[in-house]
């Protein structure tokens, strides 16, 4: 198994919003991302972001950009979350160059103060992918 290390800051909150906040873990597993029979990405140094809002959201995982193997490109998305910080979105491209799924994934170009962990990361939006998570 593999060692983790203890994020920085596993705990942020809207500083506007006390109740809003997200748990950021690192997970000991393997994870994996598949579109339509395809793995798009694999890793076992992925993130898991637990988030609490209006409600309790599902689980994001964020792997690194390496472990990534999709064809993706920037789509001109930006969003801003006060507890993340500025992200962009991903179309998901075929071979050819033409866009398979529009916004597939995101990464934050831009995290507020203790979400830096986020960085050099990307996420799958989960409606468009099975993510698996297995024993390493």
């Known amino acids: 198994m593999s060692e983790l290390q203890i994020l920085p800051q596993p705990r ?6 006390e109740q809003h906040f997200m748990w950021l873990s690192e997970v000991d597993r393997q994870i994996t991302i598949v579109h339509d029979g395809e793995t798009l990405a694999q890793t076992s140094q ?3 972001v637990t988030e609490v809002g209006r409600s309790l959201y599902d ?4 792997l690194p950009e390496s472990d990534v193997s ?3 490109r920037l789509n001109g998305t930006v969003t801003k979350c006060p507890i993340k910080g500025q992200a962009e ?5 075929d071979n050819a160059g033409n866009i398979l799924v529009e916004y597939i994934a995101w990464h934050y170009t831009t995290p507020v103060e203790g979400a830096e962990s986020l ?9 468009h992918v099975t993510i698996t998570e297995a024993p390493l």
Do not use: E, M, S
């Open 59 to 62: 689980p994001v995982y964020y």
């Open 119 to 127: 960085i050099g990361r990307i996420a799958f939006t989960a409606k």
């Open 12 to 17: 942020v909150h809207n500083p506007n919003a």
């Open 89 to 93: 979105g991903f179309d998901l491209l």
């Open 70 to 72: 999709a064809n993706l």
């Open 46 to 48: 992925a993130i898991r």
